[in-house]
């Protein structure tokens, strides 16, 4: 058929209007306004925490940031009229006005954990991620060692991995109760740092040792032919030229674990936590070792109670937030540590 000068000559490689094509089409633009929703929601909630918070956190006035609040323990808040205007006054210096004065305190009223700060629950915080992550690693590691290096492959084996896998979706309250059960009444450590340490560690095992033994196996096969070539040991081998170049998949775990150890509450509550504590975890003890065998506060659990279990005003939401945006940049601090180390780390073994 023959075709006049001015009309466009017919392109056989573009694409024809079908249905297949616009079902295809309808399921892209869907997929991506998920994406985009899901963003959105986590954009508008992290938003909310960070403004809210900050008014908390910091202040208009020298030193900008609210020292109180990071460096003293939670309090009652005072509230009252006086000269015209209204006073906000924690319980501490509510008592050192007027009782160690032996002024006549004013009308007012008071709202509980509403005043002071949360440094114990950081402190308590810092020291419930640290020892939990260092024992799952040191556990978590050994047991991928152990499951791509010297396990034989068999059912055995895949029963058990089978079964690591099960134990990542077993929900964090039964972690809890099986902390409680085991370390806090059978062992007899009381609710403890070291009883809250190995319940969140056995918590985020089967993740750390799911992702270490994949960062194990991704290692190419003719890094251990050729250590074993040179006359290295099995374990040598392993300690050169395996673990090294498996750091970097190893760390990824790692950061999965500690966004999951510093934010879970119900563990802590049976096994680690206490709703307030006026003492440090390293004052007021009689030996060394009770520092492993008494409770601390952390920001979960504080985050909770003021959330859940006390009236809501004001007050309280001024604490919620602040906590929630302090807790936020903790947990960002820490993943960010882990991935420059494995951005260092990979540099430094690249293969």
């Given at each position: ?269 049976f096994t680690a936590a206490y709703l307030l504590r006026d003492q440090l975890p390293w004052e ?68």
């Amino acid at each position: 058929m023959k075709t006049s000068l001015s009309e466009p000559a017919h392109n056989p490689f573009l694409p024809r209007p079908s249905t297949t094509r616009r079902v295809e089409l309808v399921v892209r633009w869907g997929l991506r306004g998920l994406t985009y929703f899901i963003l959105l929601c986590i954009s508008t909630i992290l938003l909310t925490i960070a403004i809210k918070g900050s008014q908390a956190v910091f202040q208009a006035e020298w030193p900008y940031i609210n020292v109180e609040f990071l460096t003293q323990a939670p309090e009652t808040l005072h509230v009252f009229e006086a000269d015209g205007k209204t006073h906000e006054l924690s319980d501490s210096q509510f008592r050192a006005t007027y009782e160690a004065n032996g002024l006549t305190p004013p009308p007012d009223r008071t709202y509980a954990h509403a005043g002071g700060g949360i440094f114990p629950a950081i402190i308590g915080t810092l020291l419930l991620v640290a020892g939990a992550m260092t024992i799952a690693m040191l556990l978590g590691i050994a047991s991928a060692i152990f499951l791509s290096e010297y396990g034989s492959s068999g059912p055995l084996l895949r029963l058990i991995r089978l079964s690591i896998l099960n134990l990542a979706g077993v929900p964090s309250i039964v972690y809890g109760l099986f902390g409680f059960g085991l370390f806090v009444i059978f062992l007899d450590w009381n609710i403890s740092l070291l009883a809250g340490w190995f319940t969140l560690a056995f918590m985020v095992l089967p993740v750390i040792i799911s992702a270490s033994e994949e960062a194990l196996r991704s290692v190419p096969t003719g890094f251990r032919e050729a250590s074993l070539a040179l006359g290295a040991t099995r374990w040598t081998m392993i300690r050169t030229s395996v673990l090294p170049y498996a750091l970097p998949g190893i760390l990824t775990s790692s950061i999965l674990g500690i966004a999951r150890v510093a934010g879970e509450t119900a563990p802590i509550m049976f096994t680690a936590a206490y709703l307030l504590r006026d003492q440090l975890p390293w004052e007021g003890l009689d030996h060394w070792y009770d520092f492993f065998f008494q409770g601390v506060m952390a920001l979960p659990y504080h985050l909770y109670v003021v959330s859940a279990k006390l009236p809501q005003n004001a007050y309280t939401e001024r604490m919620q937030y602040g906590t929630a945006f302090v807790f936020l940049i903790i947990v960002a601090v820490m993943a960010l540590t882990s991935i420059l180390l494995r951005i260092k780390i990979r540099s430094r073994h690249n293969w």
